[in-house]
């Protein structure tokens, strides 16, 4: 399984952004796909989790209501859209991936990594 994070920048407060996480592998069938985030000086927190069948969704409380996760399983790609960003989502976005959905917010539950995408937000 391989993963590739993209899409991250330099927006304003307010404004939106998407990232991609384009995966590539045999299957996924029975794998949820995640996002979490790491700041400066700070541990990686969960963010956002899918199931690939769609089934099971769910966000942490700091981004409920404005982030919004999908998958697009004709193209492979987990997408995390960015609403009404703040200064404090600024972070390393990371996307992750998993088989089964125990411990679904724990970071050290995923084996299987991209590469991070910077996303700052200005005030």
């Known amino acids: 399984v391989q993963l590739q994070a993209s899409g991250g920048g330099l927006v304003q407060a307010g404004d939106s952004l998407r990232l991609s996480c384009a995966a590539s592998g045999p299957t996924f069938t029975g794998f949820i796909m995640a996002w979490f985030r790491q700041a400066p000086g700070k541990e990686r927190e969960f963010v956002a989790v899918r199931s690939w069948n769609g089934r099971s969704t769910y966000y942490a409380a700091s981004v409920k209501g404005r982030f919004a996760i999908s998958i697009d399983d004709t193209q492979n790609t987990v997408y995390l859209q960015m609403n009404s960003l703040e200064p404090e989502d600024t972070a390393v976005y990371y996307c992750?991936?998993?088989?089964?959905?125990?411990?679904?917010?724990?970071?050290?539950?995923?084996?299987?990594w991209g590469q991070g995408t910077q996303v700052t937000v200005s005030s």
């Open positions: 992750a991936a998993q088989e089964g959905l125990s411990y679904y917010a724990q970071s050290l539950k995923y084996p299987y």
